[in-house]
């Protein structure tokens, strides 16, 4: 399955950015799906994910009641609605894809798409 992320931009502290992950290759509705963040000089980190049928998400502490993980699996894609950006929400952005459970490792994602970056600057 191929992964495409899109929807990076700049914005002010406070705004809101949507992320897309379009997958191609296999139906979406296969695999869990989940996203990760790498900031400049940090590890990757996970963000959130959500079950193959969207019934079931999970966020890390520092995008709780902000970031809104959600699925179309008719569109084959994934997004992350996120509000209230901070500027430590700055980092390149990934999309993720696995086949077993919904999991906050990334050795747990089989595929991977390319990033986009999410700059939060005044």
């Known amino acids: 399955v191929q992964l495409q992320a899109s929807g990076g931009g700049l914005v002010q502290p406070g705004g809101s950015l949507r992320l897309s992950c379009a997958t191609s290759g296999h139906p979406a509705s296969t695999y869990v799906m989940g996203w990760f963040r790498q900031a400049p000089g940090k590890e990757r980190e996970f963000v959130s994910a959500?079950?193959?049928?969207?019934?079931?998400?999970r966020y890390t502490d520092s995008v709780k009641r902000r970031f809104t993980i959600s699925r179309d699996n008719a569109k084959n894609t994934v997004y992350l609605q996120m509000n209230s950006l901070k500027p430590e929400d700055t980092a390149v952005y990934y999309c993720?894809?696995?086949?077993?459970?919904?999991?906050?490792?990334?050795?747990?994602?089989?595929?991977w798409g390319q990033g986009t970056l999410v700059t939060v600057s005044s």
């Open positions: 993720a894809a696995g086949s077993n459970f919904i999991s906050t490792a990334d050795y747990d994602y089989d595929y």
């Open positions: 959500i079950t193959r049928s969207g019934t079931g998400t």
